[in-house]
């Protein structure tokens, strides 16, 4: 079964329309998982609010009071591209509460993936800063929680942003693993090889910068010859995406050639990560095309399903693989890392 968290009748996160992280990416979402025939497979869940004490895992609780109050002083730029409307912080509150509800439900045994098609994506907010289009940082929120019952957490982040806000808070952890392929170079301009994790966490933090025009099949190589034997050393008890899809080709925010094809293959190749089913989670990241979106949300679901939905073939023949090669020589080689 597939577990859904989706609100979008409370999405009240409404910066305008010209903002290219609008309301309608949850409904293209959500249809994706019907076009690829799996609406019988879902179980929907009822996103709630994220409390203080768990958001406070992650983010000072001064933080979280400046931005409740921003928000509900009426919201307004907090960076050239990151906004907030009066309705933000309710919205993001579910966001991140959605995460948690979908890790409770797994935990309890009530399916076997999950998908939270939430916004406003995550990734890129650090622990006491929003950027990126991001407040708060939903991927950490449920990662920080499971961590504390004494879980190991993968976070696999396939968006084609790197997701400097969920590096910099694991940076130091232990009990996280963190794994980012994307574009280089691209924003927020963090994301070198040489960015392997604290002295607390030598190696687990994992960077897999890749050149503008970059296929699919240099992601799923990446995946192979990079992150497959880390993961399997770290041995993780649970397993979190963040599932951008703006390395789609036709998403206008970078240069990525993949298609929702591709992001069938990927989605099934994180799976092989979980140690079992019902220890796997999608989180929505970016995506800004919504016909690419919507497309390849319904491919990588169904492919966790094993259901064949690829409106798209993959593609191949990008460039990439001298990328994926250093990579592989950074973070599998016992005597250090090479720059970035």
């Known amino acids: 079964m597939l577990l859904v968290a989706a609100s979008p009748t409370l999405d009240h996160h409404d910066v305008g329309p010209q903002h290219p992280e609008r309301p309608a990416r949850v409904p293209a979402a959500l249809a994706g998982i019907d076009d690829a025939g799996l609406r019988d497979a879902v179980v929907n869940l009822e996103p ?16 979280l009071e400046s931005l409740r109050a921003f928000c509900e002083a009426g919201g307004g730029a907090i960076d050239p591209d990151t906004m907030a409307a009066p309705g933000s912080w309710d919205t993001a509150l579910l966001a991140a509460g ?13 399916g076997d993936v ?4 939430a916004r406003p994506p995550g990734h890129h907010a650090l622990a006491t800063e929003p950027m990126g289009f991001c407040l708060l940082n939903n991927v950490a929120v ?6 504390e019952r ?24 232990p009990r996280v693993l963190y794994v980012s392929t994307h574009q280089w170079p691209l924003y927020p301009g963090t994301g070198r090889l040489s960015e392997t994790g604290g002295p607390g966490a030598p190696r687990l933090t994992v ?8 296929t699919g099949d240099v992601l799923l190589q990446a995946l192979d010859d990079v992150v497959a034997p880390i993961v399997e050393e770290f041995m993780p008890t649970w397993v979190l995406a963040s599932a951008g899809y703006d ?37 929505l990241e970016g995506g800004y095309d919504l016909d690419a979106l ?16 690829r409106p798209e073939h993959a593609s191949s023949g990008g460039p990439g693989e001298d990328a994926v090669d250093a990579a592989r020589r950074a973070h599998l080689d016992d005597h250090g890392t090479e720059p970035g």
């Not at 709630?48 to 933080?63: I, K, M």
């Not at 449920?142 to 961590?147: E, I, K, M, Q, S």
């Not at 497309?295 to 990588?300: C, F, I, K, P, Q």
Request: aromatic share 8%; glycine share 6%.
């Open 150 to 173: 004494g879980e190991r957490v993968l976070i696999v982040d396939w968006d084609v942003h790197h997701g400097n806000g969920t590096q910099a808070i694991f940076w130091d952890d």
């Open 294 to 309: 919507r497309m390849s949300v319904g491919a990588s679901l169904a492919a966790v399903l094993d259901v064949e939905f």
């Open 142 to 147: 449920a990662a920080a929680t499971l961590a």
């Open 207 to 214: 960077n897999v910068p890749l050149p503008p025009r970059a």
């Open 48 to 63: 709630r609010r994220a409390t203080e004490a768990e958001l406070t895992l992650v983010h000072p609780l001064s933080y």
């Open 114 to 117: 999950a998908f939270v098609a």
């Open 98 to 110: 959605a995460a948690l509800e979908v890790v409770d439900a797994l935990t309890r045994g009530d």
């Open 247 to 283: 390395a789609h080709r036709a998403d206008p925010m970078a240069g990525l050639s993949l298609t929702s094809g591709d992001f069938a293959d990927i989605a099934k190749r994180v799976r092989a990560f979980a140690p079992s089913t019902g220890r796997l989670a999608f989180l």
